[in-house]
């Protein structure tokens, strides 16, 4: 179980009886009783040198009688010496020897375990030197740091190979969840490539990962030689099977085996790559022919191993460096962005850089006043809008993330595929107001890069599985989860909220300064107006008498020398008097209009019905001249308001409503509306008149503004519309109107607004 073969092919698929992944688990895989043949192991009291425990092939014709026995008896006083010698300071760590026993060259491994001394020796397979500092040196050449970490893995997979000599090197790498992916490779020719391919957790059982941290090599030279069993079975102090997990040759599960088979392979081996105490992969090699890798070239790949494992530390927190140097300029010109901007959020999704920009991740959304836009891949906009909804009412926290959304809130599944990863900050929780980023479901990401019509394979009577199912099953496990986000993302996402808090709190500031500057300018205008009004009521009043004086005295000259007149003179001194009197007029409308301005209202208690009656009363000729008829539907209501001022407003809506009528009967209706919510009810005055263009819906109120000519529909100054909008404002209400040229219009009306 210990290497990347054993992923490969599943026991459970293989022989679902006998053999499943949680006995996998179970099983004791450093505690097996047995080696592999091409070594031996003799086990020693560390004083005394005498010999506790033997493989059995440590002597061809009777092992047994070896027990107990002094270890020279064994392997002579020549390497006793040496090997007392090596010790001399302690066997905490494990030793390397050579030695020489009946000719035969053997390279030597010792350790401590339970107590006793392990010995172990295999013979060096001929011809065999161990690496020379040359060869291993011109191959950490090749681990450059120029290209990524996938570059970096390959290159380290092919200097493996020549190393070693496998047929095939991986580096497999391990996800935070422990599930799998070969990120580097190299082979021989004519075998397919596993590069790419993903593997679940559940396919390294949690003792092997253990035992990879403790072991770093692991070798099986040939998965068809049997063991060697261990005699006696039981450690003699311990009385249980002795633990090997630092045992260099130690056998290997039979399960194991059989996958390593299954697959055709015949020597495997895998070499840790741990970083900082943990286990960030493998290099598994895999080999079509049995394969004694020797001690020293082992040792030598565990080397290559670390410093790789060390290159690979160093590229990693370069890019982590850069990533977030770049984090943090792309920050502060998005901070510089938003400052220029008046309206700030704009700047995630419209400025350079975004926030796709910011983070590592394919999309972002940004929910700000009610507003969503969205960036790269994302869910879309209905689920973004339940997102809200749902950290609104679920999570309290500023920053918020997971890898795993849908396991938090099952209900989102709709953002599973793209948004199985969230990182939300709340910019305000209660408005909504929320900065997104998206991380898709991880599975998704990675395609399958086998060939699919070989998911199984039958070979001589079993299933043999192709990578595809270990797919299948990663895929499985990983499913609703993306890739994680790392601590310095949450951390500096959580520094660009405060930021960006700060400036949404600066510009509500800047908001209210703006305020206070409107309100200022509202007083000021206020005053300006008031300024006007007494202006116009100077003007006017003043205007007023020396023009009612010359229109007089036209008059008189009229009248009192009209015989001396000639035609043309007697026409001038008509339209003199005419001019004077519309003058007159125009300056009584400005008077009017600056009164209400000018005058306090007085405001009481008032029965509108009455208003309406003085009203209809006052304006009686006119409507009968007309044959116009006023109609009620219901009674008015009380308001609070000026009478004399509501009067003005609704005599000139109704007498408006009977002139600018082409109807043989005129028809006005006066009324009210009741609005949810408010206690000041809508006002109506509706006629079946000629109606208003749209165009002129605003123009009417303006001052002196007529749509027609002046004589057309016997109308006034045009300031009669002006006047009442003024009062209607002044009693803190507004007016607008509804029209429908041809068929009538209908003026509304509320005061206290
Ligand atoms: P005036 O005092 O000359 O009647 P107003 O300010 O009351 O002026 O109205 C401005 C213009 O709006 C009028 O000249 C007329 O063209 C138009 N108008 C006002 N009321 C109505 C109405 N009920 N139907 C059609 N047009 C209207």
Redesign the pocket.
């Known amino acids: 179980m210990s290497d990347l073969a054993k992923e490969l092919i599943r026991p459970a698929d293989v022989d679902a009886e006998a053999v499943t992944l949680v006995n996998c688990d179970d099983e004791p895989i450093h505690r097996l009783g047995a080696i592999q043949p091409f070594g031996r192991l003799v086990l020693c009291h560390p004083e005394t040198l005498r010999i506790e425990q033997v493989s059995m092939n440590v002597d061809a014709t009777h092992p047994q009688g070896r027990l107990g026995q002094p270890l020279e008896a064994l392997i002579g006083e020549a390497n006793v010496a040496r090997v007392r010698e090596a010790t001399a300071d302690g066997f905490d760590n494990p030793i390397l020897l050579t030695m020489e026993l009946d000719g035969t060259p053997y390279e030597v491994f010792i350790y401590e375990t339970e107590g006793s001394l392990a010995i172990e020796y295999e013979p060096t397979p001929q011809g065999h030197r161990p690496p020379d500092f040359f060869k291993i040196n011109g191959l950490l050449q090749q681990l450059k740091l120029d290209g990524d970490v996938a570059t970096l893995c390959r290159r380290a997979a092919t200097s493996m190979r020549r190393l070693v000599g496998f047929d095939r090197v991986m580096v497999y790498r391990f996800a935070p969840e422990l599930h799998g992916e070969v990120i580097g490779e190299d082979h021989r020719d004519g075998l397919e490539s596993y590069l790419g391919l993903h593997y679940p957790a559940t396919d390294i059982p949690a003792q092997a990962r253990a035992l990879y941290l403790q072991n770093h090599c692991r070798l099986i030279a040939d998965v068809n030689a049997p063991p060697v069993r261990l005699i006696p079975a039981l450690h003699p102090h311990t009385k249980r099977v002795t633990d090997l997990s630092s045992s260099s040759i130690r056998s290997v599960s039979p399960i194991h085996i059989e996958y390593l088979q299954n697959m055709g392979l015949r020597a495997s081996m895998s070499i840790s790559i741990v970083q900082d105490g943990h286990l960030w992969g493998l290099f598994a090699c895999h080999h079509y022919a049995p394969f004694h890798a020797p001690l020293s070239l082992r040792q030598t790949a565990e080397f290559f191993s670390n410093v790789f494992a060390a290159r690979l530390a160093e590229k990693e927190a370069t890019l982590e460096r850069s990533y977030q140097a770049s984090f943090r300029r792309r920050q502060a010109q998005m901070l510089e962005e938003m400052s220029n901007r008046t309206d700030f959020a704009t700047a995630f999704y419209e400025g350079s850089p975004t926030l796709l920009d910011l983070i590592d991740a394919p999309g972002a959304a940004v929910c700000f006043d009610g507003q969503l836009h969205t960036l790269g891949e994302t869910p879309d906009a209905d689920a973004i809008r339940q997102l809200v909804g749902w950290l609104q009412r679920h999570d309290e926290r500023e920053v918020f993330h997971t890898d795993a959304l849908t396991e938090l809130w099952p209900e989102g599944e709709a953002l599973r595929e793209r948004a199985s990863g969230v990182l939300a900050l709340a910019i305000s929780q209660v408005q909504g107001d929320y900065l997104f980023w998206f991380r898709p479901e991880a599975s998704r990401m990675v395609q399958w890069a086998g060939n699919p019509t070989k998911a199984l394979v039958n070979e001589a009577g079993k299933l043999r599985l192709s990578p595809r199912k270990s797919f299948a099953a990663w895929r499985e496990e990983v499913g609703g989860r993306s890739r994680p986000w790392t601590d310095y993302e949450v951390e500096a996402a959580t520094g660009f909220r405060t930021v960006v808090i700060g400036l949404v709190l600066k510009t509500a500031g800047e908001l209210k300064l703006r305020a206070d500057v409107l309100a200022r300018l509202n007083d000021e205008l206020t005053r300006s107006n008031d300024d006007l009004d007494s202006f116009a009521y100077i003007a006017s009043h003043d205007l007023k008498e020396p023009l009612r004086g010359i229109r007089n005295y036209a008059q008189f000259l009229l009248e009192d020398y009209e015989d001396q007149l000639d035609k043309e003179g007697r026409q001038k001194l008509e339209t003199l008097v005419r001019l004077g009197r519309r003058m007159e007029e125009l300056i009584s409308s400005l008077l009017e209009f600056s009164r209400v301005g000018r005058l306090d209202l007085a405001v009481k208690r008032c029965d509108t019905n009455e208003i309406v009656a003085d009203v209809l009363e006052m304006l009686a000729p006119r409507l009968e001249e007309r044959r116009a008829v006023v109609h009620l539907p219901r009674p008015l209501p009380t308001v609070e308001c000026d009478e004399v001022r509501i009067t003005e407003v609704f005599a000139?809506l109704i007498s408006?409503?009977v002139?600018?009528n082409d109807q043989p009967q005129p028809r006005v209706e006066v009324g009210y509306t009741e609005v949810e919510g408010s206690d000041n009810p809508v006002f109506f005055v509706r006629?079946n008149?000629?109606?208003?263009e749209r165009e002129y819906h605003e123009n009417?109120f303006h001052i002196f503004?007529?749509?027609?000519a002046r004589d057309a529909y016997d109308?006034?100054?045009?300031?009669?519309?002006?006047i009442v909008r003024k009062i209607v404002e002044r009693h803190g209400g507004r007016i607008w109107l509804e029209s429908q040229p041809g068929r009538g219009?209908t003026f509304y009306f509320v005061l206290n607004a």
């Open positions: 000139n408006n409503g002139k600018y006629d008149g000629i109606g208003i009417v503004r007529r749509l027609h109308g006034g100054t045009g300031a009669g519309l002006t219009t």
